[in-house]
């Protein structure tokens, strides 16, 4: 295991020193889906009902196991995750299911207890209640030992004692999203997290008189550690809300950040998008003056996205300057790298038939282009992360798309229970051995004078005759071919044919759209004329059937599968 370069404080001790120095500050407040609160911690409060359930973990002999963390909303979460770090208890955090399409949600959430085998589920006592159904058709989820840290004797909290865990210890397990394949538990020290949350510090500049607001899932690694965890780290105040909130009212993330003044907030590409597709209405309550860092990542960082939000809401007073992309993996425990905070987004319009190729060079007038949002400056490329040929290992020159290699203390041992996936995934060296263990990512990208920029997935590009085509470039030229075509939920990838592999794009459409001949034309039309490819199959699909992981991801995959298997959800009958 890599350790941290230089001394840092594990998050459990920060904690416990901001209980000491600033115990009376907010630590989570959780809100309603009306924006109204419900639930508000303390650093004093948050401590002190952590160390009491740590007490009850220790009494059960949890140190050095593991606890599933299963918790409907609300800020008794924090409580049970920080408790597993005074008690040496691995974390695994996992979403609650949803009873109501329980043949969706119960399949990922047994496949990842059969992955962690836990010693505990911690839940609270309403959401026990909640899950009794569960646990009657499935016994061996009830033998589980079950604790509802909401009923914990807070007075146990003076039993505690210092267990002076070290840096090696398993802090977290944190399951993949899933975007190219099944989800695997990434296996995260308290040293991993330590280097991660630094690492954010520094990126981002965070302060402890800052305030933040998350609504993403605290089992995703963006919601948990960037949205609930590096709040703790700083000793700031976090204001939680759920998905289902944001999704049902983009407005209401606005209009959080105005009343708490909020300095950081997060979200993925097509949450900035929806901001501005779902009209807000009168925008003239709202205040973003405040807002410092609005990071952008988890998927692909779009230009029209940061162009448009910046215009929808710079009457608020939103700075083009606070919308910050950044790059991350859990595998890498979250964060990779970022743009400078405090700078405007770099686009780089880059020519589509040298990308094609394998370089980066500039657009020109007579030949089709697309846009890079630079993700990672020139100083932060080179010392923990690489752009490495996948096929010889060897280092590329500025210019040359390769695979995204990282290496450093952030970076994980491996995945749980998967030592094939671990060294395929884990183990790359250098062509020319540099004596360090790097991560290979699965992601293309490229370096230049300019900084780093991502172009896509190698397991998700499209190669027809030889030619090298990236399925989100294909995607944002179908969503702009047709109005009907819904933004962030197109597909494109490639299938078996004769002589060479065909193309297929996969669109969601509009419930009240009927044009579905016409839509067919116009993306076709449009991937052939942007980019010399002949589309084999359109198939237009319903509102939301589009498969995605936790955090917006377009799961092309899945898409594929669905594709071969006849099984979409397809919105009208289609002609091939």
Not at 176 to 203: C, H, Y
Request: hydrophobic share 40%; glycine share 8%.
């Amino acid at each position: 295991m890599v350790m941290p370069t230089e001394v840092l404080t594990p998050l459990s001790d920060c904690v416990r020193e901001h209980a000491r120095t600033r115990g009376e500050r907010r630590a989570v407040v959780f809100l309603a889906e009306d924006g109204s609160e419900v639930e508000q911690l303390t650093y004093a409060e948050l401590d002190r009902r952590a160390r009491a359930i740590a007490v009850s973990l220790g009494d059960m002999g949890m140190t050095g196991e593991r606890a599933m963390l299963l918790y409907p909303p609300g800020a008794e979460f924090a409580c049970a995750f920080i408790a597993c770090q005074y008690a040496g208890v691995t974390a695994v955090p996992v979403p609650f299911p949803d009873l109501s399409r329980a043949d969706r949600s119960l399949p990922r959430l047994l496949d990842i207890m059969d992955s962690a085998e836990p010693a505990a589920v911690l839940t609270t006592i309403d959401g026990q209640t909640r899950l009794s159904p569960l646990l009657d058709q499935h016994p061996d989820v009830s033998t589980a030992n079950w604790v509802a840290s909401d009923g914990v004797d807070v007075g146990r909290a003076d039993e505690w004692s210092d267990l002076k865990l070290g840096l090696d210890v398993l802090a977290l397990l944190q399951y993949t999203a899933g975007s190219t394949g099944n989800p695997k538990g990434v296996a995260l020290s308290r040293g991993n997290l330590t280097d991660n949350l630094e690492k954010i510090r520094q990126g981002f500049g965070w302060e402890a008189d800052w305030t933040s607001f998350n609504w993403m899932p605290l089992f995703h690694d963006m919601g948990l550690i960037g949205g609930l965890l590096e709040p703790l780290y700083v000793g700031a105040t976090c204001y939680l809300a759920t998905p289902f909130t944001f999704l049902k009212r983009p407005r209401i993330w606005l209009e959080i950040m105005t009343r708490y003044r909020c300095e950081y907030s997060a979200g993925p590409n097509f949450a900035y998008d929806l901001c501005v597709r779902r009209d807000p209405g009168d925008v003239s309550d709202l205040d973003l003056s405040n807002w410092r860092v609005a990071a952008n990542g988890a998927e692909p960082v779009r230009a029209e996205t940061l162009e448009a939000f910046a215009n929808a809401y710079a009457s608020c007073g939103f700075r083009p300057e606070a919308a910050t992309p950044c790059y991350g993996l859990a595998e890498s425990t979250v964060f990779v790298s970022t743009e400078d905070v405090d700078a405007r987004p770099f686009v780089y319009a880059a020519d589509l038939a040298a990308l094609a190729a394998g370089r980066l060079e500039p657009a020109r007038e007579s030949s089709p282009s697309t846009t890079l949002i630079r993700c990672g400056t020139t100083d932060q490329i080179g010392r923990d992360l690489l752009i490495v040929d996948p096929v010889t290992a060897c280092q590329c020159a500025n210019g040359e798309i390769g695979e995204v290699w990282v290496t450093g203390a952030s970076v994980a041992d491996g995945y749980r229970n998967n030592p094939e996936a671990t060294q395929a995934t884990f183990g790359a060296t250098l062509a020319v051995d540099d004596g360090r263990r790097y991560l290979r990512t699965g992601d293309l990208g490229v370096a230049s004078a300019d900084g780093f920029f991502l172009t896509g997935r190698i397991k998700d590009l499209i190669v027809i005759a030889g030619r090298n085509h990236y399925p989100t470039d294909i995607e944002r030229t179908a969503e702009s071919a047709h109005q009907a075509v819904r933004r962030g939920c197109c597909a494109a990838f490639a299938v078996p044919g004769v002589p060479v592999e065909k193309a297929v794009v996969i669109a969601e459409v509009s419930d009240n759209t009927a044009e579905f001949d016409e839509i067919r034309r116009s993306i076709r039309r449009a991937v052939a004329d942007g980019h010399g490819v002949s589309v084999s199959d359109v198939v237009l699909i319903r509102k939301g059937s589009i498969f995605k992981t936790s955090s917006g991801k377009v799961q092309r995959s899945r898409c594929r599968d669905a594709y071969l298997r006849n099984a979409l959800n397809v919105a009208e009958e289609r002609c091939v």
